[in-house]
């Protein structure tokens, strides 16, 4: 080590002791804690015998106060606001449906030949999503049914069909019947609801179904996601076709401006709805978006009455699908039910229903795979259009030959456009061109291509 390494080596053990005895933090001095004194544990006897009845005291509502209550709200039907529940199952090739006898309700669909995107059973609705009240007029009271133990019977098969009857009696000959019939295959559920001796001071029974519709696929928001694609449709009873806002993030509701034929919630790939024998009065709709909570797309609700009047002339029919949103199927269900699959505008809906469709159907009572499916009518449809993209290529090649022509005839007439133009419409019947030839068979192939790109998703 050299004289200047050592001097150095000094310097900078001279700065660090100077640094730390003169800047280094002081140590902060303890803080002495006085101990707090342990609270006295004070023992209080206690009189046993008090605290035992203190402790033992139940109160203990009277039956008859239990009796007067349910008089007050069920009127003569208060001997059928307790009971035991008891549930029963329907099911046919397609749908498993349990209705319980509180309420004569339905409490769970299930679509048997459908899973979600997890792999699992297919419910479309069950008694956590789904709540109906159903209101009754008995004279000054609206008796909400859905609380009432009905009498169920037993069910019965006939004809293909299973049937089971669901009564509630009162001790002065009022009565009310349910009555739910499944088919044998289908994915439709009837119901006839029957009235005796019941009148009130309001004339209409009236229904409040809510829905929280449940997400069964993996995309829930996005374009072509399940929250976009989710919402009310109706058919008013002048036939017009109408539906609430599918991809507004507000709050959308609606009064109908007259009665309806049927009402559903619509989903991406999936319908509940409820169709009318006659019409539904006074409908309202609305649908929500529930903050927070993905496992569930929108909150659907309707409301309608149906007047008293025709309950007491011998019943009144309803018929409730759950299904599928195949337009093959749902256009059997009732006038333009089958709107309840979008398929574009009206011009782009036509080729979907007479040309898309049925090859699809076709092709799937054959294949299974969806893919191939789809492969095989790109091919069809392509080959429907070769005809037209046939024309459109040899007057594409036919005005690639005459381009050299043209490069000329724009050399030759300069900057004179309308010398231009009749050379170059000389050249074009010399040659037997039609420059349009190319693009309307192009144009023709629009609407089918549209058609297509509106039918896969939905």
């Given at each position: 080590?050299?004289?200047?390494?050592?001097?150095?080596l000094?310097?900078?053990?001279?700065?660090?002791?100077?640094?730390?005895?003169?800047?280094?933090?002081?140590?902060?001095?303890?803080?002495?804690?006085?101990?707090?004194?342990?609270?006295?544990?004070?023992?209080?006897?206690?009189?046993?015998?008090?605290?035992?009845?203190?402790?033992?005291?139940?109160?203990?509502?009277?039956?008859?106060?239990?009796?007067?209550e349910?008089?007050?709200k069920?009127?003569?039907?208060?001997?059928?606001?307790?009971?035991d529940?008891?549930?029963?199952?329907?099911?046919?090739?397609?749908i498993?449906?349990?209705?319980s006898?509180?309420g004569?309700?339905?409490?769970?669909v299930?679509?048997?030949?459908?899973?979600?995107?997890?792999?699992?059973?297919?419910i479309?609705?069950d008694?956590q999503?789904?709540?109906?009240?159903?209101?009754l007029?008995?004279?000054?009271?609206?008796?909400?049914?859905?609380?009432?133990?009905?009498?169920?019977g037993?069910?019965?098969?006939?004809?293909?069909?299973?049937?089971?009857?669901?009564?509630?009696?009162s001790?002065?000959?009022?009565?009310?019947?349910?009555?739910?019939?499944l088919?044998?295959?289908?994915?439709?559920?009837?119901?006839?609801?029957?009235?005796?001796?019941?009148?009130?001071?309001?004339?209409?029974?009236?229904?409040?179904?809510?829905?929280?519709?449940?997400?069964f696929?993996?995309?829930?928001?996005?374009?072509?996601?399940?929250?976009?694609n989710?919402?009310?449709?109706?058919?008013?009873?002048?036939?017009?076709?109408?539906?609430?806002s599918?991809?507004?993030?507000?709050i959308e509701?609606?009064?109908?401006p007259?009665?309806?034929?049927w009402?559903?919630?619509?989903?991406?790939?999936?319908?509940?709805?409820?169709?009318?024998?006659?019409?539904?009065?006074d409908?309202?709709?609305?649908?929500?978006?529930?903050?927070?909570?993905?496992?569930?797309?929108?909150?659907?609700?309707?409301?309608?009455?149906?007047?008293?009047?025709?309950?007491?002339?011998g019943?009144?029919?309803l018929?409730?699908?759950?299904?599928?949103?195949?337009?093959?199927?749902?256009?059997?269900?009732?006038?333009?039910?089958?709107?309840?699959v979008y398929?574009?505008?009206?011009?782009?809906?036509?080729?979907?229903?007479?040309?898309?469709?049925?090859?699809?159907?076709?092709?799937?009572?054959?294949?299974?795979?969806?893919?191939?499916?789809?492969?095989?009518?790109?091919?069809?449809?392509?080959?429907?259009?070769?005809?037209?993209?046939?024309?459109?290529?040899?007057?594409?090649?036919?005005?690639?030959?005459?381009?050299?022509?043209?490069d000329?005839?724009?050399?030759?007439?300069?900057?004179?456009?309308?010398a231009?133009?009749?050379?170059?419409?000389?050249?074009?019947?010399?040659?037997?061109?039609?420059?349009?030839?190319?693009?309307?068979?192009m144009?023709?192939?629009?609407?089918?291509?549209f058609?297509?790109?509106?039918?896969f998703?939905?």
């Amino acid at each position: 080590m050299d004289r200047n390494q050592a001097l150095g080596l000094i310097l900078i053990s001279l700065i660090l002791v100077s640094y730390f005895w003169f800047f280094a933090p002081e140590p902060p001095e303890r803080e002495v804690l006085e101990q707090e004194p342990k609270p006295e544990i004070v023992e209080k006897e206690v009189d046993t015998e008090e605290a035992y009845t203190q402790d033992t005291s139940v109160t203990v509502v009277p039956d008859s106060l239990i009796e007067q209550e349910n008089i007050d709200k069920y009127s003569v039907f208060a001997q059928a606001a307790e009971g035991d529940q008891n549930d029963i199952a329907l099911e046919n090739e397609n749908i498993k449906v349990i209705i319980s006898n509180k309420g004569g309700m339905i409490k769970l669909v299930e679509l048997k030949n459908y899973k979600t995107y997890q792999k699992e059973p297919l419910i479309l609705q069950d008694f956590q999503s789904s709540d109906k009240n159903i209101l009754l007029p008995v004279g000054e009271k609206m008796v909400n049914l859905s609380d009432l133990y009905f009498d169920a019977g037993e069910p019965i098969e006939k004809n293909d069909t299973t049937s089971i009857t669901f009564t509630v009696n009162s001790n002065d000959g009022k009565k009310i019947t349910y009555t739910y019939i499944l088919p044998a295959e289908g994915f439709q559920l009837y119901k006839d609801i029957g009235v005796e001796n019941i009148s009130g001071g309001s004339s209409a029974l009236v229904v409040k179904w809510i829905n929280r519709l449940k997400r069964f696929e993996d995309q829930i928001d996005g374009r072509m996601g399940s929250r976009v694609n989710t919402t009310i449709n109706y058919t008013l009873a002048d036939g017009t076709f109408d539906h609430l806002s599918a991809s507004s993030d507000d709050i959308e509701e609606s009064a109908l401006p007259q009665p309806a034929k049927w009402v559903s919630f619509k989903q991406k790939f999936f319908t509940s709805g409820v169709i009318s024998s006659s019409q539904f009065e006074d409908v309202k709709v609305k649908t929500s978006i529930p903050e927070g909570d993905t496992s569930v797309v929108k909150i659907a609700e309707m409301s309608y009455k149906i007047p008293l009047a025709k309950l007491n002339e011998g019943g009144y029919d309803l018929k409730y699908f759950y299904g599928p949103n195949n337009y093959q199927v749902l256009k059997k269900v009732t006038d333009q039910f089958g709107e309840n699959v979008y398929l574009g505008w009206a011009i782009f809906a036509w080729v979907n229903k007479f040309l898309i469709i049925p090859i699809f159907n076709f092709l799937e009572n054959y294949i299974s795979n969806y893919g191939i499916i789809i492969m095989i009518l790109v091919l069809i449809v392509k080959l429907i259009l070769s005809p037209l993209s046939y024309k459109s290529y040899v007057s594409m090649a036919k005005m690639k030959v005459l381009k050299p022509e043209l490069d000329r005839l724009k050399e030759k007439t300069g900057d004179d456009m309308r010398a231009m133009q009749q050379e170059q419409m000389k050249l074009y019947q010399q040659a037997g061109v039609n420059p349009l030839s190319g693009c309307i068979p192009m144009l023709l192939q629009i609407p089918i291509l549209f058609a297509m790109f509106n039918f896969f998703p939905n």
